[in-house]
């Protein structure tokens, strides 16, 4: 049983350097999201793909921020000029709609992103 | 912007007991609605859905859908020491992205 799988499980850098997340979501899945949690908090929406395109970003999304989906499978994520308030966990869901679960979403293990 | 409100807690109950976990929301046309389980340092996992007015049961969950109150609530029975997590309720917006409460910590003891 594959799941939602992310790569890499934790990242430490500096600020000002750039950052690049990947997730595999679930293999028959259409819709990859990236979330963003901090500590004490629930996860916060970030942006959304169904099959290659991009069709929601948050106002959190700062242009520091980039993500793409090119062939409709893996995501990255990518942060620029890293900044100390990035440390988070980045997490990535995957979900098929339409179907008969609503939406239900499956989340992958996350990226620990610390920035010192 | 909806809203998702959870008691940060901790919950704590003894082993054994049932653990009574409540959210709210604001939005009145929400049709779904998700627990997820999260312990420290893990990513949520998904263990309860539900889309209809009353009582769904899995095992030892019961998850309780009050739409016109705009209440979800998540009962655990015969909790355990392994409960012990933070259980986050979910709401989505519109067909796409989850709203999340801030999760309530639970703490069952032995």
């Known amino acids: 049983d594959t799941g939602v799988s992310q790569d890499p499980r934790h990242k430490i850098t500096k600020r000002g350097q750039n950052v690049t997340f990947r997730c595999d979501p679930i293999s028959e899945h259409n819709r990859l999201y990236w979330y963003r949690q901090t500590l004490g908090q629930g996860p916060e929406f970030l942006t959304y793909?169904?099959?290659?395109?991009?069709?929601?970003k948050s106002r959190l999304l700062s242009d520091r921020f980039s993500a793409e989906r090119p062939k409709g499978s893996f995501s990255t994520l990518e942060i620029q000029r890293t900044e100390q308030g990035d440390s988070a966990m980045y997490l990535c869901?995957?979900?098929?709609?339409?179907?008969?679960?609503?939406?239900?979403?499956?989340f992958g293990p996350g990226t620990r992103l610390t920035v010192l | 912007q909806k809203e998702v409100e959870q008691n940060s807690g901790p919950l704590s109950v003894p082993e054994g007991a049932i653990a009574s976990l409540n959210c709210t929301y604001s939005d009145r046309v929400s049709q779904s609605f998700f627990w997820y389980r999260q312990y420290s340092g893990k990513s949520p996992e998904l263990i309860m859905s539900i889309y209809s007015n009353g009582d769904k049961e899995d095992g030892r969950f019961t998850a309780q859908l009050n739409k016109a109150s705009q209440y979800v609530s998540l009962l655990i029975r015969d909790s355990q020491p392994s409960d012990s997590a933070t259980y986050l309720c979910?709401?989505?917006?519109?067909?796409?992205?989850?709203?999340f409460g801030t999760g309530t910590r639970l703490l069952v003891s032995p």
């Open positions: 979910a709401v989505p917006e519109g067909f796409q992205k989850l709203v």
């Open positions: 869901a995957s979900s098929f709609v339409p179907g008969l679960t609503n939406n239900e979403q499956f």
């Open positions: 793909f169904q099959n290659e395109a991009q069709l929601e």
